[in-house]
């Protein structure tokens, strides 16, 4: 029954921390290499070269320029187009870090499908409300736009590993939220233009 529990608690980590790469890519690799290097958590032995020093130092840099990137006007719509698929990417790694499946093709069939679309999905949602600011405020609102990223990330990754189950659950509602207004959206679009 504790192997049930553990495992069904790893899996929620591996979706949670991955569905936070959607708002910052490099913030949450930082926050389970850390936990990894200070032993609060393990990863799997493929992927204990996220908490060695060199990855570290690596990935610290990494989340500094992401997060001074995001506050320059113009620049911040430019990282939004490298950042989804290096978000899917990141979500797949941490995902299929944590999910406790002996099967390596289950594993990471798993990391891309829960951790790479979640990741994915909620870049590109992201990204859209940064575009919509972008327009609507003339890149003034942005700034907030990055702060509440910035904090969704890091406050998510570190509530992922005190609470993993909660925080998954959460991020799969915003997941079916997100699909939601998506599939309204596009069913409210007429298929073929109408003529004035």
Same mark, same amino acid.
């Given at each position: 029954?504790?192997?049930?529990?553990?495992?069904?608690?790893? %899996?929620?980590?591996?979706?949670?921390?991955?569905?936070?790469?959607?708002?910052?890519?490099?913030? /949450?690799?930082?926050?389970?290499?850390?936990?990894?290097?200070?032993?609060? =958590?393990? =990863?799997? !032995?493929?992927?204990?070269? @996220?908490?060695?020093?060199?990855?570290? *130092?690596?990935?610290?840099?990494?989340?500094?320029? !992401? &997060?001074?990137?995001?506050?320059?006007?113009?620049?911040?719509? *430019?990282?939004?187009? &490298?950042?989804? /698929?290096?978000?899917?990417?990141?979500?797949? @790694?941490?995902?299929?870090?944590?999910? /406790?499946?002996?099967?390596?093709?289950?594993?990471?069939?798993?990391? &891309?499908?829960?951790?790479?679309?979640? +990741?994915?999905?909620?870049?590109?949602?992201?990204? @859209?409300?940064?575009?919509?600011?972008?327009?609507?405020?003339?890149?003034?609102?942005?700034?907030?736009?990055?702060?509440? !990223?910035? %904090?969704? +990330?890091?406050?998510?990754?570190?509530?992922?590993?005190? &609470?993993?189950?909660?925080?998954?659950?959460?991020?799969?509602?915003?997941? *079916?939220?997100?699909?939601?207004?998506?599939?309204?959206?596009?069913?409210?679009?007429?298929?073929?233009?109408?003529?004035?």
């Amino acid at each position: 029954m504790n192997w049930d529990i553990q495992t069904f608690s790893a %899996a929620a980590l591996g979706i949670a921390l991955a569905a936070c790469c959607g708002f910052r890519v490099f913030v /949450p690799m930082l926050i389970a290499g850390i936990a990894g290097r200070f032993n609060l =958590f393990h =990863f799997s !032995e493929s992927f204990l070269w @996220l908490s060695s020093t060199p990855a570290l *130092i690596a990935l610290g840099i990494a989340t500094v320029f !992401e &997060i001074a990137g995001y506050y320059i006007p113009f620049i911040d719509n *430019i990282l939004d187009t &490298i950042a989804t /698929p290096l978000a899917a990417v990141a979500g797949t @790694l941490l995902a299929t870090s944590v999910i /406790p499946v002996d099967n390596d093709w289950m594993k990471w069939i798993i990391g &891309i499908v829960a951790g790479g679309g979640g +990741a994915g999905l909620i870049a590109s949602g992201t990204g @859209l409300l940064r575009l919509l600011s972008s327009k609507t405020t003339a890149g003034m609102g942005n700034n907030v736009v990055a702060t509440g !990223e910035n %904090a969704a +990330a890091l406050g998510g990754s570190v509530l992922s590993f005190l &609470i993993p189950v909660i925080m998954a659950v959460l991020f799969i509602l915003f997941f *079916i939220w997100i699909i939601k207004k998506m599939i309204r959206k596009l069913r409210g679009k007429p298929l073929v233009s109408r003529g004035p």
